[in-house]
C-alpha cells in the first residue's frame, strides 16, 4: 500500500515561485531584454570588403563571390542593424553616417580573428606551409624542383595554389608566395629572384626541319605562332606583336595562329612541335638545358616584370618558412649562373 504525506505539498514551492527566485531583486520579466543579436562573421566580411574597396563588385571579385550575393549580404547586415550602410549612388557606392561608424570596429574584428586564426593555423601545422604563385610558374619553374626541397626537409609539406591575382598573405592565410609583377606591385619587403626576357622557341625537331628554315625572325612568317591567349591585353608585354615590334618586322604574317588560355599549354605546345612559342626566361631554362625547346634566334625582349619572393610577416619567424624561402633564393640563384 502507497502512502501520501499531505505535507508534501505544504514543503515544495510552486512552479511560479522556483521561476521567480531566478530574477533579480526588484527585476521583473518586463524589465528583461534579450541580447541585440550579432552580425555573422560571413556578413561582416562582406561588409568590410565592400566599404574599404567602395564596391560591391571588387568586393565580390576579392571575397570570392558574385556582385549579387555581396548585396545580399550588405542588404541582411542593414535588416538586422535597422540602418542603411551605404548609399547606392548611380555607378558609385559611399558609406553613410552608420556606415562609417561601424567599419573601424568590423575592419578591427575581422583583423584580430585573421590573427588569432593565423596563430592557431601556425599551431597545427608548425610543419606545413602554404604557397601562391601564378600557373606559369608554379608549373615550369617551382614544381619541377620541390622534390629537392622535400629531400632536404622531410616532413614538411608544401601546399601550392596558383593564382594571377596579387594576394594580400594575411588576408588569404598564404606564407610564401612568388610575385610576377613590377617591384613597386610586389611590395616593399619583396625580394627579387629573377628578371624575364622574351624570346621565341621552339621544339629541336621543328628547327631541324630544312624546308622551313628558322634562321632569322622574317622566317617565322613560314611557321605556326603559338600564343598566350589574352583578350583583355592584360599582358601585352607577353604577346608576339610587341616582340615583333623590337626586332624589326611588325607586319610579318605567320602561316598560323594557335591561342591557349594557360602559359604552360604553350609551351607544352611548343615541345610537341606545334609551332614557335615566345619563351619566357626563366621558366623556358629548364627546357632549353634539357634540349627539349631551343632558341633559334639571338634577339631577346626585356619585360618590365620580374618574380619577386614574399614572405608573410605572420610566418616568417616559422623554421620551415625560412628554410623555405632560403631554398628559393638559392634556386634562383643558382638558375641565374646558367646564363
Excluded at 550579432?38 to 571575397?63: H, N
Aim: aromatic letters at 6%; hydrophobic letters at 45%.
Amino acid at each position: 500500500m502507497r502512502y501520501t504525506h499531505a505535507t508534501d505539498a505544504m514543503v515544495r514551492p510552486p512552479p511560479m515561485a522556483i521561476k521567480r527566485n531566478v530574477l533579480m531583486p526588484g527585476m521583473s520579466k518586463r524589465n528583461v531584454k534579450p541580447a541585440p543579436r550579432l552580425p555573422a562573421l560571413d556578413l561582416l566580411k562582406g561588409y568590410e570588403a565592400a566599404a574599404r574597396l567602395l564596391s560591391f563588385t571588387r568586393a565580390g571579385a576579392e571575397l570570392h563571390l558574385t556582385q549579387s550575393a555581396v548585396s545580399r549580404q550588405i542588404k541582411e547586415l542593414e535588416d538586422q542593424l535597422g540602418v542603411a550602410l551605404f548609399e547606392r549612388r548611380h555607378r558609385a557606392l559611399a558609406l553613410t553616417e552608420a556606415g562609417r561608424e561601424l567599419y573601424p570596429t568590423a575592419a578591427q574584428v575581422l583583423s584580430l580573428m585573421r590573427e588569432a586564426t593565423e596563430r592557431l593555423h601556425a599551431l597545427s601545422a608548425q610543419k606545413s606551409l602554404s604557397v601562391s604563385t601564378t600557373p606559369a610558374f608554379a608549373a615550369l619553374w617551382l614544381i619541377p624542383r620541390l622534390a629537392a626541397f622535400a629531400r632536404e626537409n622531410p616532413g614538411v609539406d608544401v601546399r601550392v595554389a596558383t593564382d594571377t591575382r596579387m594576394q594580400d598573405l594575411a588576408r588569404e592565410r598564404v606564407d610564401v608566395a612568388v610575385r610576377y609583377s613590377t617591384q613597386a606591385l610586389a611590395g616593399p619587403d619583396a625580394v627579387e629572384l629573377f628578371g624575364e626576357q622574351m624570346f621565341p622557341v621552339c621544339s629541336p625537331k621543328l628547327l631541324a626541319n630544312a624546308r622551313a628554315p628558322l634562321s632569322v625572325p622574317a622566317d617565322l612568317q613560314r611557321h605556326v605562332l603559338l600564343h598566350l591567349d589574352d583578350p583583355e591585353g592584360r599582358w601585352p608585354w607577353q604577346s608576339w606583336r610587341v616582340w615583333l615590334e623590337v626586332v624589326g618586322a611588325a607586319d610579318l604574317r605567320a602561316a598560323g595562329n594557335l591561342s591557349l588560355t594557360n602559359y604552360g599549354d604553350v609551351i607544352a605546345a611548343a615541345i610537341a612541335g606545334h609551332g614557335v612559342a615566345l619563351g619566357r626566361s626563366p621558366l623556358v631554362r629548364d627546357a632549353l638545358r634539357a634540349g627539349t625547346l631551343a632558341a633559334p634566334f639571338g634577339a631577346r625582349a626585356e619585360s618590365n616584370r620580374a618574380y619577386h619572393l614574399v614572405v608573410s610577416r605572420a610566418a616568417a619567424q616559422r623554421p620551415e618558412v625560412a628554410r623555405f624561402a632560403e631554398w628559393v633564393r638559392r634556386e634562383a640563384a643558382a638558375a641565374r649562373e646558367l646564363k
